[in-house]
Structures are given as structure tokens and as C-alpha cells.
């Protein structure tokens, strides 16, 4: 199968170790958004394949990033009862 089409998989965000390498980049102080980014840009780099990462750091703050053609995301704040929507 050709994982560098549109299409996600979890076999190429396990081998980069995804969930880990942001949060290593958030603890070091990286901003969530900047985090999910980067390891996209890696996952794409070292295997060809695409995805997506939801990035939420203690403070919660979020961030997200993917490049499949698109993810959908919802996140809520507390603080302003704001919903947010991105499909």
C-alpha cells in the first residue's frame, strides 16, 4: 500500500514517535502549534507519509497541524465558553 497518498496512518506516526517528540519540544518550551508542526514536517520528511497531531501543553494551550488534505478539530475555552470549530 502506498502510504504517501491523502491518506493518515498510524504505523508511520507510531515509527516517528510522534506524541513523544512534541511533547519533548513543548517541555524545552516550544509553543503547541509550533510543536505539532514540526513533527509533521519530520513525519513527512522521514517517511513520505502524512498525518495530523493535536498539541495541548499544561497551561492548555492547543495547537494542531497535518498535512493530509484536511482534519477536523474542536477545542473549547473555559475561560470565554468559546467553541471553536475547524473541519
Same mark, same amino acid.
Given at each position: 500500500r502506498d502510504w504517501s497518498s491523502d491518506v493518515c496512518s498510524s504505523d508511520l506516526i507510531m515509527k516517528v514517535v510522534m506524541a513523544k517528540g512534541a511533547n519533548d519540544r513543548v517541555a524545552a518550551g516550544m509553543p503547541p502549534a509550533a510543536a =505539532? &508542526?514540526?513533527m509533521v514536517d519530520e513525519m513527512t520528511r522521514r517517511? *513520505? *507519509?502524512r498525518g495530523g497531531?493535536?498539541?495541548v501543553d499544561r497551561t492548555g494551550r492547543a495547537g494542531w497541524a497535518f498535512s493530509t =488534505?484536511?482534519?477536523?478539530?474542536a477545542t473549547i475555552s473555559s475561560a470565554t465558553e &468559546?467553541?471553536?470549530v475547524s473541519i
Open positions: =505539532a &508542526r514540526w517517511t *513520505g *507519509g497531531l493535536i498539541v =488534505a484536511n482534519m477536523s478539530v &468559546r467553541v471553536d
